[in-house]
């Protein structure tokens, strides 16, 4: 089993970003989801969260501001980011039920 974070990048405050995860070897559908947030020097945090039937949960910090979202049929993940601040810095997992950690996608937002 193997996933793949792509889309984040170097952004400045206010602006957007859609980070991608695919996953391989093992199919998406039917697993909760979600994607956790590591900013520097700290821990890894959940963000966002989706259940198999698609109900989508995201953290009081940025609720509003993210978006979570499953193609099951692309056995694909997403998070859009928007009104990025600084404090969003950091590297960006997706996890599903039964599938290891992922290389994480990198975001950096500039003041």
């Known amino acids: 089993v193997q996933v793949v974070e792509s889309g984040g990048g170097l952004v400045q405050a206010g602006g957007s970003l859609t980070l991608s995860c695919t996953v391989s070897?093992?199919?998406?559908?039917?697993?909760?989801a979600g994607w956790y947030h590591q900013a520097p020097g700290q821990e890894r945090k959940l963000i966002a969260g989706?259940?198999?039937?698609?109900?989508?949960s995201a953290a009081t910090s940025v609720k509003g501001r993210v978006t979570i979202s499953r193609d099951d049929a692309k056995n694909s993940l997403y998070l859009q980011l928007k009104n990025l601040i600084p404090d969003d810095t950091g590297r960006y997992y997706c996890?599903?039920?039964?599938?290891?950690w992922g290389p994480g996608t990198q975001v950096t937002v500039s003041s």
């Open positions: 996890t599903a039920q039964g599938v290891p």
């Open positions: 989706i259940t198999a039937a698609g109900t989508a």
């Open positions: 070897g093992r199919a998406l559908s039917g697993a909760a």
